[in-house]
């Protein structure tokens, strides 16, 4: 992790976003340093995906700024911010968005193609790094939802990218397996440096993280420990 003084890879201030009339979140301010790990709680349908959406550049806000390594991606339009995050960004889903018509390894290498970079070593290290060696050929329908998530993690990363998104990587998972991703996705993020944002309701997902907070519609608090 950076540290103190450095200044932060994203930072977001006074960030809101309105469906019609109705507010889902105003007022959020958030700073995350590079190889930090941070976690965001709150209530159903207070916009916790939304928000990481809107981290992402793949949703709109109605006010505020994101500002990622000193970059404001709120002017960009849509094929500026998806070059952005195509070089910046992995995003961990938990429905998993594998294409079921794509090996195991071509899924994982989907983001260094559109990079154009061709790289079936860095993939297969990923596989190794994520526990699926030798699972490559693979197609999706072959493999459990916890090796679902973990081709999902290294897609996420095998381009390495500076900032990790995760949208309740474990809420399709039973609990063992999803501590398995969790030390998947936690020893991956700190091995290439990333920092990371995640999106939980598992109070054991959000115990890993260097800081949980709690999102309302009101803003961002600090959570309450959850260690």
């Known amino acids: ?25 105003s007022h959020v301010h958030l700073q995350v340093q590079r190889g930090e790990f ?11 995906s939304t928000l990481l959406n809107c981290l992402a550049g793949l949703d709109h806000w109605d006010a505020g700024r994101i500002v990622h390594a000193g970059v404001d ?13 195509r070089a910046h960004v992995g995003f961990v889903f938990q429905a998993f968005h ?8 071509q899924n994982v290498a989907l983001p260094l193609m559109l990079l154009g970079r061709h790289d079936a070593a860095q993939v297969a290290r990923m596989l190794e790094a994520v526990g699926l060696a030798g699972l490559g050929e693979r197609l999706p ?28 990587p474990t ?3 039973d609990p063992a397996t999803a501590a398995r991703v969790m030390d998947v996705l936690a020893d991956q993020m700190r091995e290439h440096g990333a920092a990371l944002v995640l999106v939980t309701h598992s109070g054991a997902a959000a115990a890993r993280a260097d800081r949980v907070l709690h ?13």
Not at 148 to 156: D, K, N, P, S, Y
């Open 141 to 168: 329908q072959q493999l459990s939802g916890g090796q679902l998530q973990r081709v999902a993690i290294a897609r996420a990363l095998v381009h390495r990218p500076p900032l990790l998104l995760a949208d309740e």
């Open 98 to 105: 594998v294409l079921p018509h794509l090996t195991v390894a």
């Open 38 to 48: 941070v976690a965001i709680v709150g209530d159903s349908g207070v916009g916790k």
């Open 215 to 227: 999102l309302t519609a009101q803003g961002m608090e600090a959570a309450p420990t959850v260690r």
């Open 73 to 85: 991606i709120g002017p960009m339009d849509d094929t500026q911010r998806a070059l952005w995050r």
């Open 1 to 25: 992790m950076s540290g103190p003084g450095a200044a932060p890879l994203l930072q977001v201030e006074g960030l809101a976003r309105h469906y019609g009339a109705q507010p889902v979140f």
């Open 171 to 173: 809420g399709n998972l």
